[in-house]
């Protein structure tokens, strides 16, 4: 028998005990097994990327919906568990979103998936979820490769539309240039249950086609009860847009959108039944066939009629779009109409079904309905092509959204040491802690020894005058740059708002923060159970440069992450290092108080022409600068009726004849010129632009673009000028003058302001704390005026 003296026992034991737990931890069953996909399903045409031959996609810079799998062990578990999800921000700061609600108990063998989200912050995020049950932690961890921000996403909800997917796949093939600055992708939703429960899910979509030929689908999202059609309706009132397809099905489409809670605010236009059609000549600007079925083989068989549904419009329409009735039955096949800052595109037959995928002119049905090119894809050095066929910014900083960030961290008080001053103190430290040093004690002290006496003196002087010069140059107090920019919906009663700031920091410290609408104009949310009407998160540059989630990849170079509250109402314990600045952005919604609206106006078009005439009282507790009125009357660009101040109550009279007075927008815009020079960071970044001319290019870019270098995709969702040329609208801009609120606060001041800013609490019942710093809000805004038929 082999025997180990004692003492190697007691060696050996003392070297594996370490071991032990992990030993027993491995011995034990996982209580789940996860599997994660982030964003939205689509199929390739190289070959499948899972079991089911799904590609997902999502942006860089965009909230994105995030698919957590879960399967129960033969034990399955008994206590709730915890979905975490945790990426890096633009900064490459670590933070982490938790689902809600959260996973709930499993029997064995069974299986879940929670919906939850996140916003990563380059193309190559690594996306980490966590699985927190029964005292186990289950991480899946993974480098994701998104979008960016010039890619176009079609999300097609109800359908995989085959016919449009082919498409896009035609007209990338065609451009065969290998630019990737501006694809088209199409993504797909076949279940309700996979789609989002919260209308920033949709953030990545640039377009959205609800094909409603699948009965089980539409009657599945009528009668959900987790909030995705009202998350769906949230996205299009912020500033979506939604083609909607009916025909077969117009019954269960017109119930889902005449929803009291999902469709509160309804849509200017309804289902009135349906009729059957012959055939549907359409009008695509070259010939295509008519769109009808054909007769089956058998002797004296007829063609089925087409179903459509009959629209009926609350509004003007002077769009013609695309379509006529071959029958002449005088009610429109396709509609445009905004709602709330979206716009929403009815077309009365349905694309997901016979006749439509086996006709033969579906691909320019497609290349007109959706403005594609229509031959080949955009070289990188054309001009960009209008709406979303925009490249992305390489890192130049040429995006509005850059521009505007730029803006936001620049403060007058705090100076910016260029990268060249800077380089030229390294270079005299180190002379004088080399060169000089070894001169003075060789040739004057001729001491070399004191050389540990002199060095660490040399260093601690330069560390103490470089922190006081600093504190002298930066300052010790918070400072806060901010704009907002609000849009009102007076038909539907609605405000719309975003706040962009950022922090300077005089101190290494964690921050909570939280955005309010807190204007006396705006009522409290409407009691949904969603709790997303504010949505607070980091603000990046939509370009490859530091801070710009166009970067191929980051990597955090902080280990603690801060937390997303609830719903992404706020952000807890964010950190910001010393002189320092961080940018976020908040996006709000709510409806107009009715017994103090902010504005009242009465417009309506002249009899036979296309001039607007009325009045229109400004109702706020300030006085207003910069007011302008834009009016198209539905014939061609709209122009510009300069108003100047209207002070507070004041009432204005209207009479404006778009072709005959008035400004162009793209001379009422101020040119923007792209000019260079270094960021704080040492970065090539462009010059600062006036957050003004910033605001007004963003608003109406499409109207005011220019053959410059500018371009919109950070701020794409608040171009509204496809609303000019509508007809039914007035669009009325305006600025309240510049705030500046000290660290005690201003009552008055901030009580015309249309969002408070929270620091150290997240927005709550209670007394919001003292602002710690100063504030300098600037705040823009644009109400949408309903303008009436003369006969109304």
């Not at 915890?82 to 670590?94: F, G």
């Not at 609605?494 to 964690?510: C, E, K, L, M, N």
């Amino acid at each position: 028998m082999l025997r180990i003296p004692m003492r190697h026992s007691l060696l050996a034991c003392c070297f594996l005990f370490p071991l032990l737990p992990g030993v027993a931890h491995a011995q034990k069953a996982q209580k789940v097994k996860i599997d994660v996909h982030v964003g939205f399903a689509t199929t390739t045409e190289q070959g499948e990327t899972d079991e089911r031959g799904r590609e997902f996609l999502f942006k860089s810079g965009a909230w994105a919906p995030v698919y957590v799998e879960v399967e129960a062990g033969p034990d399955g578990t008994q206590q709730p568990g915890q979905v975490v999800v945790e990426t890096t921000d633009s900064d490459e700061v670590q933070n982490r979103f938790f689902a809600d609600p959260p996973l709930p108990p499993l029997e064995g063998g069974k299986s879940d998936t929670v919906l939850t989200y996140t916003k990563p912050g380059s193309l190559g995020s690594d996306i980490a979820v966590t699985v927190e049950v029964d005292g186990q932690s289950i991480e899946h961890k993974k480098t994701y490769d998104a979008l960016n921000l010039g890619d176009t996403l079609y999300l097609t909800v109800g359908s995989r539309l085959p016919g449009l997917r082919k498409v896009l796949w035609e007209r990338a093939n065609q451009a065969n240039t290998g630019n990737l600055l501006s694809r088209r992708r199409a993504a797909f939703v076949e279940s309700v249950d996979a789609l989002p429960t919260r209308w920033f899910g949709y953030d990545a979509v640039d377009l959205m086609i609800l094909a409603t030929g699948n009965r089980d689908f539409v009657l599945g999202l009528l009668n959900d009860q987790h909030h995705r059609k009202e998350a769906l309706a949230e996205w299009v009132r912020r500033g979506g847009r939604l083609v909607i397809t009916v025909g077969h099905n117009q019954d269960v489409v017109a119930k889902l959108l005449a929803d009291p809670v999902a469709f509160a605010k309804p849509l200017p236009v309804e289902i009135k039944g349906k009729a059957e059609l012959r055939r549907l000549l359409i009008r695509l600007g070259q010939e295509v066939p008519p769109l009808g079925n054909r007769p089956d083989a058998r002797p004296g068989a007829e063609a089925r009629p087409i179903e459509v549904a009959r629209l009926e419009t609350k509004i003007a329409q002077r769009d013609e779009d695309r379509v006529e009735n071959q029958d002449g039955k005088g009610y429109p096949l396709i509609v445009r109409l905004p709602y709330g800052r979206g716009q929403v595109t009815m077309v009365a037959f349905d694309v997901d079904r016979r006749p439509f995928v086996n006709w033969a002119g579906q691909t320019a049905f497609w290349v007109k309905l959706l403005n594609l090119p229509a031959e080949r894809a955009a070289n990188a050095g054309e001009a960009p092509a209008a709406g979303m066929n925009r490249p992305f910014d390489d890192g130049s900083g040429r995006d509005l959204a850059s521009m505007l960030q730029g803006d936001l961290e620049k403060f007058e008080d705090i100076p910016v040491i260029s990268f060249g001053w800077v380089a030229l103190f390294i270079f005299i430290y180190i002379l004088v802690v080399g060169p000089l040093d070894y001169f003075f004690l060789k040739k004057v002290v001729k001491r070399l020894e004191l050389t540990w006496i002199t060095f660490p003196v040399v260093v601690l002087a330069v560390s103490a005058v470089a922190y006081f010069a600093a504190y002298a140059l930066k300052g010790h107090d918070l400072k806060i740059n901010k704009v907002d920019v609000v849009d009102i919906d007076l038909r539907g009663q609605q405000a719309y708002g975003d706040t962009w700031f950022t922090v300077f920091s005089p101190r290494i410290q964690h921050y909570t923060i939280g955005v309010e609408p807190s204007a006396p104009w705006v009522d409290e949310p409407v009691p949904e159970g969603r709790g997303d009407d504010v949505v607070v998160s980091w603000m990046g540059r939509p370009d490859a440069s530091y801070g710009g989630y166009g970067r191929p990849r980051s990597q955090s170079l902080f280990r603690r992450a801060y937390d997303y509250g609830p719903q992404a109402a706020g952000l807890k314990g964010v950190p910001i290092q010393v002189w320092a600045t961080k940018a976020f952005t908040a996006s709000w919604a709510r409806p107009l108080n009715p017994k103090q609206m902010p504005f009242t106006a009465d417009l309506r078009r002249g009899q036979g022409d296309t001039a607007v005439h009325g009045t229109l009282t400004n109702n706020l507790p300030v006085g207003l600068q910069d007011v302008s009125l834009i009016y198209g009357g539905g014939r061609g660009r709209g122009s510009v009726l300069v108003i100047g101040p209207l002070a507070a109550g004041a009432r204005q009279e209207i009479n404006f004849r778009p072709a005959e007075q008035g400004t162009r927008i793209s001379d009422w815009v101020p040119a923007i010129n792209v000019g260079y020079g270094y960021d704080r960071r040492g970065y090539s970044t462009p010059q600062h632009a006036p957050a003004g001319s910033v605001i007004k290019r963003a608003l109406f870019f499409e109207e005011a673009s220019r053959q410059d270098e500018v371009q919109n995709r950070g701020l794409e969702r608040l171009d509204q000028a496809w609303r000019v040329e509508q007809g039914a609208e007035a669009i009325l801009f305006a600025r309240i003058p510049e705030a500046k609120i000290g660290a005690d606060g201003d009552p008055a001041r901030e009580q015309a302001l249309p969002t408070r800013l929270w620091l150290g609490e997240l927005p709550g019942p209670g007394e919001r704390p003292a602002l710690p710093g100063t504030l300098a809000q600037e705040t823009y805004m644009r109400v949408f005026i309903p303008v009436k038929a003369p006969e109304e």
